[in-house]
């Protein structure tokens, strides 16, 4: 049920490939074998960013094979790492956490040193430095395990791009952390929507409507580089707005369900109740309607509001019903006569983000190929179009934004904690935020 407008639109982003679903594997038949191991071979893991998500995807990767070692690990902050080596070496025996005192690499670039040191790499820093580390580790030969976003500018966008042509033509394993594609009720979902089920997808709403995250209150003399380091979370070019850093997952979905990214948004959004000098500059709320060359609409909404209704789910409208899924394992396609067509509620299903590496440490062992660098990509781009559209107010399309020289992120090699971040407070103490009908971006 995919047109050929949307066929052609996704190839159009990619350039012609190839690699497009979610979790795709390619097997030794389709292509070169990829650098694989042996089941005797250790596997050396490296982890380039120490923070919460980090040490879980450290955990999972552990726990996926029986032959791996955590090898080196790298973070801007030595307490925070040193944090997460003390959780780790608590979890696990010491054949499986062998981080010696000299590769443990703190600071700006030691993300190089990490890689390096290892077969297969977790990258998981704030996302703004995920291309340049993408980009690295796939130039010297790594498999990679990365969180999502891929990326926070379209600079980044088209780093990764790059990048995922040079893994594909080394045949190196990339997985994506958008976990909905690891799991069994989105796969299943997915699944029924393939064998046209619920008939063409005319219209959805995807949601992240929270309470919102931590705070971390700026220090006595700290310096302005750390500040925004240790607070990544409300600055943009290190995070890309909870549109892109949270809300991805649900927009990622309502791609993956419809087989196409949109061809342009718009958008309204603002700072209603997160609004101090601690909440940076990005905003606590975003509503944006994505068109697809489908003629499908979807409707996005994600919300930071404390004493708010929580919904974090999808909903989607086709032709002959609807399918309804969230993150808690459900999902629910009815008819429009109100009988079911199928549904899926398995407690007992492998957990996504331990799926992941699962996937991923089997599949090198196989020598074989998972690509989500691609698709990874253009949900996070989709997700940076819908921040274009609330931040200016105007209406966003795909191929202008992606020709645009929209760019956020220095080079991380240049940066040192006596940097000046891109963005900077006024004499008041507050950041520039986003004026719709005044920001623009081409």
């Known amino acids: 049920m995919k047109p050929k407008t949307n066929i052609l639109s996704r190839r159009n982003f990619v350039k012609?490939?190839?690699?497009?679903?979610?979790?795709?594997?390619?097997?030794?038949?389709?292509?070169?074998a990829s650098p694989g191991f042996n089941q005797s071979k250790k596997l050396k893991i490296g982890v380039v960013g120490c923070g919460g998500r980090g040490?879980?995807?450290?955990?999972?990767?552990?726990?996926?094979?029986?032959?791996?070692?955590?090898?080196?690990?790298?973070?801007?902050?030595?307490?925070?790492?040193?944090?997460a080596y003390g959780s780790l070496s608590k979890m696990f025996s010491a054949d499986?956490?062998?981080?010696?005192?000299?590769?443990?690499?703190?600071?700006?670039?030691s993300y190089k040193?990490?890689?390096?040191?290892?077969?297969?790499?977790?990258?998981?820093?704030?996302?703004?430095?995920?291309?340049?580390?993408?980009?690295?580790?796939?130039?010297?030969?790594?498999?990679?395990?990365?969180?999502?976003?891929?990326?926070?500018?379209?600079?980044?966008?088209?780093?990764?791009?790059?990048?995922?042509?040079?893994?594909?033509?080394?045949?190196?394993?990339?997985?994506?952390?958008?976990?909905?594609?690891?799991?069994?009720?989105?796969?299943?979902?997915?699944n029924q929507i393939q064998k046209?089920?619920?008939?063409?997808?005319?219209?959805?709403?995807?949601?992240?409507?929270?309470?919102?995250?931590?705070?971390?209150?700026?220090?006595?003399?700290?310096?302005?580089?750390?500040?925004?380091?240790?607070?990544?979370?409300?600055?943009n070019w290190i995070c890309g707005d909870h549109i892109l850093e949270q809300h991805i997952h649900n927009i990622d979905v309502a791609n993956w369900f419809l087989g196409e990214h949109p061809i342009k948004a718009t958008g309204t959004g603002g700072r209603e109740v997160r609004k101090?000098?601690?909440?940076?500059?990005?905003?606590?709320?975003?509503?944006?309607?994505?068109?697809?060359?489908?003629?499908?609409?979807?409707s996005s909404q994600c919300r930071h509001q404390p004493g708010t209704k929580n919904r974090v789910s999808e909903t989607f409208q086709g032709t002959k019903g609807t399918v309804h899924t969230n993150g808690g394992g459900k999902a629910i396609l009815k008819g429009y006569n109100g009988k079911n067509i199928y549904s899926h509620d398995d407690e007992n299903d492998i957990n996504p983000y331990q799926q992941e590496h699962n996937k991923l440490f089997k599949s090198i062992r196989n020598g074989e190929v998972i690509a989500?660098?691609?698709?990874?990509?253009?949900?996070?781009?989709?997700?940076i179009m819908g921040r274009m559209a609330t931040y200016s107010g105007k209406e966003i399309t795909w191929d202008k934004a992606m020709a645009s020289?929209?760019?956020?992120?220095?080079?991380?090699?240049?940066?040192s904690f006596d940097s000046v971040p891109p963005i900077v407070r006024d004499e008041f103490g507050n950041y520039p935020v986003p004026v719709p009908g005044k920001t623009k971006f081409y």
């Open 372 to 383: 989500n660098a691609e698709y990874g990509a253009e949900s996070t781009m989709t997700a």
């Open 405 to 415: 020289d929209h760019k956020l992120v220095p080079d991380e090699d240049t940066l």
């Open 16 to 32: 012609g490939s190839s690699l497009l679903t979610g979790g795709l594997l390619l097997t030794p038949s389709l292509l070169t």
């Open 196 to 235: 046209g089920k619920l008939g063409q997808i005319v219209s959805g709403q995807v949601y992240w409507n929270s309470a919102g995250v931590w705070v971390r209150p700026r220090e006595f003399n700290q310096k302005e580089m750390e500040y925004q380091m240790r607070n990544w979370y409300y600055f």
């Open 276 to 298: 101090g000098k601690d909440h940076g500059h990005i905003f606590d709320h975003h509503v944006v309607e994505f068109e697809y060359a489908s003629g499908a609409v979807i």
């Open 113 to 190: 040193k990490v890689i390096d040191a290892a077969d297969v790499v977790i990258l998981t820093t704030p996302p703004g430095f995920r291309p340049q580390h993408f980009e690295y580790a796939v130039a010297q030969g790594k498999h990679v395990f990365m969180e999502k976003p891929v990326a926070t500018d379209v600079a980044g966008i088209k780093k990764v791009l790059e990048a995922a042509k040079v893994a594909k033509a080394k045949n190196l394993n990339v997985v994506v952390g958008l976990q909905r594609h690891y799991q069994n009720n989105y796969i299943q979902a997915h």
């Open 55 to 83: 040490t879980g995807a450290v955990s999972q990767a552990l726990k996926a094979d029986d032959n791996v070692e955590l090898v080196a690990m790298a973070d801007a902050f030595e307490d925070r790492l040193e944090k």
């Open 96 to 109: 499986k956490i062998n981080v010696k005192p000299s590769h443990k690499f703190v600071g700006f670039g």
